[in-house]
Structures are given as C-alpha cells and as structure tokens.
C-alpha cells in the first residue's frame, strides 16, 4: 500500500520537477523583448574585451559587415575582434566587436549558412536570447565619444525581425538581471542607473554612498 502512495505521488510530482528543470523562468514577470512570452533560462553572452580569439566554430563567418577595414574585414576581425557566439536551437548567433572599428552581429543556421546581418556598424557588448527573444546591447567609449544602445529582435519564421531600439547617453558599464526579468544597467562615466523592462526604461535614483562613518 505504502509503495503504491509512494509511485502516486511521484507521478504527481514528475512533470512538476521536469517543468521547473526545464523552463528556467524562476519568478520572471517581465519578457526579454515586449510581446515575447518568456519561455526559457536566458542565454547571457558578455563580450570580454580583454580576449582576441576567432570564434569556436566548424564554419568561417563573413566579415564584411565590418564598416572599416574594407577589403581587410575577414583578417582584421580574426585577429583583433572580440567574440561572442550563442547557439541558439534554430541557428547561431554570431557577435564580434572591434571596438572604434565597429562590429556586428550575424544570425547563422547551424550548418554554417549566413541568414541574416542583424546589426552591422555598432560594437556589441552583450547578447541575451529567451527562445523567440533577442536584446543585443551595443556601445563604445573611444577619446570623448561614448555611446550605447539597446535593439531587441523577435523570431519570426526563423527570421530575426527588429522590435525596437532605445538610444542611451553613454555607453553600458555594467548590466545585471534582477529575479522578475528586469534589466539594471549602470551606464560608463557618470554612473547613472536604468532600469529596462521589457524595452521601457526607467532612470534610478543614484546609489546610496557606502557608510564609512565610524562609531567614536
């Protein structure tokens, strides 16, 4: 009797475990792009600025959306570009950054082909995908110009299509999630704070300074 409760209550709670394993949505409220259903765990990719490698891929990915360096695209990226690439489950997304040189951001299928130039000039900085969702955070600091963005892109019949795109004063610091899908970046120089949920932004009040009052 006791075995035969023990399998009932398994079974109850099985595609309970499988849909929490799976779904990686937490306490997610707000979607990674307005009118995309979050669905999944996001795919986070930071750009690392610091490291110059070619992408780990079977196939070469076509350069010449690279603004500068004509005629030269393929060789300068493979050997000064920054690299971040997300495998998404109907293709790949491809994400190199030459910093004043611009970048791009290139949507591939998983055999190689290129489909689609989603953003080509602007340096990315991150890539964030929740199944039919895409944000690709973009900017650059270079002498006195400073400068970012925020583009979001919905999967349409597995082709990228432009949500929409918010212009920010300088270029993004920093980027953290919050636990209900909410977004904070703090922007370079002046430190300023936003908060970004679902493509609307809100500006935040400074952060507090650190106490280093002592007690006498």
Known sequence: MLVMQLS???????????????SGLGSRVFPLVVGVEPCSAIQRVDIDQ???????????VDCKALPYAKGEERDFCYRWGHWGVIHHERGIIVACACGEFGGFVLW???GGDLLQTLIAGDVPQALLADGDALLCVT???????????????????DRWQPVGSTTLAK???SLDMEADGSLVLKLMWDGSRFRCRAGALEQLPPSSPPNTHKAP
């Open 108 to 110: 591939y299928s998983k």
């Open 8 to 22: 009932f209550l398994l079974a109850c709670l099985l595609p309970l475990v499988a849909c929490t394993g799976t």
């Open 139 to 157: 900017g650059i600091s270079h002498l006195s110009i400073s400068e970012g963005a925020i583009h979001s892109f919905r999967l349409v019949d």
């Open 50 to 60: 610091r490291k110059s490698a070619p992408p780990s891929l079977s196939f070469e």
């Open 171 to 173: 270029e993004v610091e």
